[in-house]
């Protein structure tokens, strides 16, 4: 069973998160962002939606991992701040080959107009 060990917590007021890092015990091989983002919410009494795991460190050897994340107060700061892949990748795997399709149908798209309207 996993369980939070050591956290260090910076209050990044400029830009309206909390920054965290956390050491899980016993979690290097089974740890997710999906279950880190879980873990962190409750320990913070957040919505999950909130947090973004934005690094799971592992070393050779250690079963702990450390997480470092950014603990947001609104999704709007979130949505402005941060790239449009740390979205994407706390969803599904399902619903994360459905965006990635629709992403490259479009830039395919794109070429083509491109290459129609160049030459």
């Not at 460190?57 to 702990?64: A, E, I, K, L, Y």
């Not at 979130?78 to 969803?91: D, G």
């Amino acid at each position: 069973m996993s369980e939070l060990g050591s956290i260090s917590k910076i209050e990044n007021l400029l830009l309206g998160r909390t920054e965290v890092s956390a050491v899980v015990k016993h979690a290097a091989s089974t740890l997710s962002r999906k279950k880190a983002s879980e873990m962190l919410a409750k320990e913070f009494g957040v919505e999950e939606k909130l947090v973004f795991p934005v690094n799971i460190q592992t070393s050779s050897g250690n079963r702990d991992a450390v997480i470092h994340a950014f603990i947001y107060k609104n999704l709007d700061d979130a949505r402005k701040q941060l790239p449009k892949h740390f979205f994407v990748r706390m969803l599904s795997k399902e619903e994360r080959d459905k965006i990635n399709k629709e992403r490259s149908s479009k830039k395919a798209e794109k070429k083509q107009a491109a290459a129609k309207g160049g030459k």
